[in-house]
Nanobody, 128 residues
Framework: QVVLVESGGGLVQAGGSLRLSCTASQRASYDYAMAWFRQFPGTNQRVFVAAISWTGGIETYAESVKGRFTISRDRAGNTLYLQMNRLIPEDSAVYSC????????????????????WGQGTRVTVTR
């Protein structure tokens, strides 16, 4: 069992920045995937934002956030980050981190069903 705890959400004006964090409980280090998904208000669908392979550091982004968001990880601290810059109101959502049991190369990192463990989510609200 891997426990994920997100933090860093909040209220920000359009054009501003936020950094989300996701701290994971201890686990063996190998090239599993960790990712951020978001759920927009009024929907249950988890939408892919970004993913990274834990040891290889390969990053993958949704087109809508490329150039604005950066995913990174601190392997020693078992922490995943999402730096969000130039935020727009359409980025308002509940952001959740997730991780796989399988290696990142063995799954489709874009798909929420590839992930086995999820955090509780942190809300981001971007005002005009």
């Amino acid at each position: 069992q891997v426990v994920l705890v997100e933090s860093g959400g909040g209220l920000v004006q359009a054009g501003g920045s936020l950094r989300l964090s996701c701290t994971a409980s201890q686990r063996a280090s190998y090239d599993y995937a960790m990712a951020w998904f978001r759920q927009f208000p009024g929907t249950n669908q988890r939408v892919f934002v970004a993913a990274i392979s834990w040891t290889g550091g390969i990053e993958t982004y949704a087109e809508s956030v490329k150039g604005r968001f950066t995913i990174s990880r601190d392997r020693a601290g078992n922490t995943l980050y999402l730096q969000m810059n130039r935020l727009i109101p359409e980025d308002s959502a509940v952001y959740s981190c997730a991780t796989t049991r399988a290696r990142a190369s063995e799954v489709d990192v874009y798909m929420d069903y590839a992930y086995d463990y999820w955090g509780q989510g942190t809300r981001v609200t971007v005002t005009r």
